[in-house]
């Protein structure tokens, strides 16, 4: 067996045929009218082989689910690169509603990341599930279905802007954090110098130790300061 096919092998053993693996084609089918758990995995990550069995049995487990849906996107694969625009790192776990995924950040092992998906893969008002919402909820999905697509674009334009701005003010103000930090450190450098300095620490220090040196070798033979 050559290289190629063994690390085809490999790589393969870490894809089962019992997670559905999602693709631009496919993505709108499985996934439709459902709360979806999707892993966005590299076959070479390691993070993502020991993960593998785990997600694996949590997707047996909703196979055939009319509620939740679990699934995987290989983001080596080129063709899945409209699906993978937004993962930053492998693997990467995103959970919601298809069309407005949410990052997970909980625990990655079995029994953690199987309690979440009973918690959450639950359908709740949304446009493709209109019977659980409240009248108000309603009212609000109705009027955005009488708005154009574009009026539409522009709104989502207008809150992405704002978000946007609002992770902008967030980072200025870590950055300015941060540079207040570095700078609090430095001056407690030059303070701690400064003192020691002034103090002449290091010529007392080296008197102890020039002393402390004396003791021991006068002790070592018997002689009296």
């Known amino acids: 067996m ?46 993502c082989q020991a993960m593998a069995s785990d997600w694996e049995k949590i997707a047996e487990e909703w196979a055939g689910s009319n509620d939740g849906f679990i699934g995987e996107v290989d983001c080596t694969i080129e063709d899945n690169s409209a699906l993978c625009q937004d993962v930053q790192g492998f693997p990467t776990l995103k959970y919601g509603e ?30 493709s599930n209109i019977a659980l919402c409240d009248e108000g909820n309603k009212t609000v999905i109705e009027e955005f279905k009488a708005m154009s697509i574009v009026d539409i674009e522009a709104k989502i334009q207008e809150i992405d802007d704002n978000i946007n701005k609002m992770e902008n003010d967030v980072e200025e103000e870590i950055n300015r954090l941060e540079e207040h930090y570095q700078a609090i450190i430095k001056e407690g450098k030059d303070e701690v110098w400064l003192t020691k300095v002034k103090g002449n620490y290091k010529f007392l220090k080296g008197v102890l130790k020039s002393k402390e040196d004396t003791e021991v070798g006068s002790a070592a033979t018997g002689d009296e300061l």
């Open 2 to 47: 050559n290289l190629i096919v063994l690390s085809i092998a490999i790589f393969a053993s870490f894809t089962s045929a019992s997670v559905p693996s999602l693709t631009p084609e496919n993505f709108v089918s499985l996934t439709s009218g459902k709360v979806v758990f999707i892993k966005y995995f590299a076959p070479w990550c390691g993070h």
């Open 98 to 127: 298809p069309d407005n995924l949410n990052d997970y950040e909980g625990g990655r092992e079995y029994k953690e990341l199987s309690d979440f998906a009973k918690e959450n893969l639950t359908p709740t008002c949304s446009v």
